[in-house]
T-cell receptor, first 114, second 114 residues
Framework: AQTVTQSQPEMSVQEAETVTLSCTYD???????LFWYKQPPSRQMILVIR??????QNATENRFSVNFQKAAKSFSLKISDSQLGDAAMYFC???????????FGQGTRLTINP | KAGVTQTPRYLIKTRGQQVTLSCSPI?????VSWYQQTPGQGLQFLFE???????NKGNFPGRFSGRQFSNSRSEMNVSTLELGDSALYLC?????????????FGPGTRLTVL
């Protein structure tokens, strides 16, 4: 079974600064994918960024990047130049090859201070 | 393209009743997954359907069931409702190609059991 742990229930950052959200996971599978999803207040969950486990290069999407440490089973999200619209719950998730089943962490509530 | 739609958006039921929730995926998406979101348990996978067949199932009692129709629309049913079934139920659809693909989430159905 897969498990995902987000050890930071809440984080806050000043607008325009950088923040890093932590995520660790556990799986015995070798072929899996990692995701960060964002759930703004009362709005739909959307994908922020994804990483294939077999790729060593860290994924980046504009202001969002990940630090993927496969041996440590760590998958942190860095948000640069934080904006007010980044305020949301952020969920780390893993899915293994052959199963269309996302396993989510408990989430980190990110607050952006103006 | 229209996004994932879920109906109804809000439901209030009493213990012992049953409920049916509906999900219409994005056009062309054949995989539909259901998740339960609660403050205590977080996001938990219920089941996934593809081409009218249940491919994956989470660890929920048999009171939770689902089905998918030939147009990929999906329904989930909860019978003999319990107070603990109060939750946000999220539906997600994804295009063909495997677990790498983004799951597109609907706005959810907020179920309250009294």
């Amino acid at each position: 079974a897969q498990t995902v742990t987000q050890s930071q229930p809440e984080m806050s950052v000043q607008e325009a600064e950088t923040v890093t959200l932590s995520c660790t996971y556990d799986t015995s599978e070798s072929d899996y994918y990692l995701f960060w999803y964002k759930q703004p207040p009362s709005r739909q969950m959307i994908l922020v960024i994804r990483q294939e486990a077999y790729k060593q290069q860290n994924a980046t999407e504009n202001r969002f990047s990940v630090n993927f440490q496969k041996a440590a089973k760590s998958f942190s999200l860095k948000i640069s130049d934080s904006q007010l619209g980044d305020a949301a719950m952020y969920f780390c998730a893993v899915i293994i090859q052959g199963a269309q089943k996302l396993v989510f962490g408990q989430g980190t509530r990110l607050t952006i201070n103006p | 393209k229209a996004g994932v739609t879920q109906t109804p958006r809000y439901l209030i039921k009493t213990r012992g009743q049953q409920v049916t929730l509906s999900c219409s995926p994005i056009s062309g998406h054949r995989s539909v997954s259901w998740y339960q979101q609660t403050p205590g348990q977080g996001l938990q996978f219920l089941f996934e359907y593809f081409s009218e067949t249940q491919r994956n199932k989470g660890n929920f009692p048999g009171r939770f069931s689902g089905r998918q129709f030939s147009n990929s629309r999906s329904e989930m049913n909860v019978s003999t409702l319990e107070l603990g079934d109060s939750a946000l139920y999220l539906c997600a659809s994804s295009p063909p190609g495997g677990p790498w693909n983004e799951q597109f989430f609907g706005p959810g159905t907020r179920l309250t059991v009294l």
